[in-house]
Nanobody, 124 residues
């Protein structure tokens, strides 16, 4: 299995930027499709972005498209989420997740491994 640890969350004003990181250890990182999800208080966990094993294919939720960028560095066993033009509605706990399959997936249940989450708070 793979272990995941997120970092980079914090408090930022609306319009600001943050970069989240997800460090992976354990099995071969490049074999896993990776994703970012988020969960706001009282809401279900929702899809943010996903990236293929090679990093050449990405997809985003409509709510973050054009503002967030997902990337990965397989040599360093890391995945990233660059978040720009942040809005108060982006406030949530952000989770990185991994699945040992190539096929695209955007639902939390399709991912096998999860980090502990990192809090992102955007003030208005």
């Amino acid at each position: 299995q793979v272990q995941l640890v997120e970092s980079g969350g914090g408090l930022v004003q609306a319009g600001g930027s943050l970069r989240l990181s997800c460090a992976a250890s354990g099995r071969t990182f490049s074999n896993y499709r990776m994703g970012w999800f988020r969960q706001a208080p009282g809401k279900e966990r929702e899809f943010v972005a996903t990236i293929s094993t090679s990093g050449t294919s990405t997809d985003y939720a409509d709510s973050v498209k054009g503002r967030f960028t997902i990337s990965r560095d397989n040599a360093k066993n890391n995945m990233y989420l660059q978040m720009n033009s942040l809005k108060p509605e982006d406030t949530a706990v952000y989770f990185c997740a991994a699945r040992p399959y190539l096929r695209y997936a955007a639902t939390p249940s399709a991912y096998n491994y999860w980090g502990q989450g990192t809090q992102v708070t955007v003030s208005s």
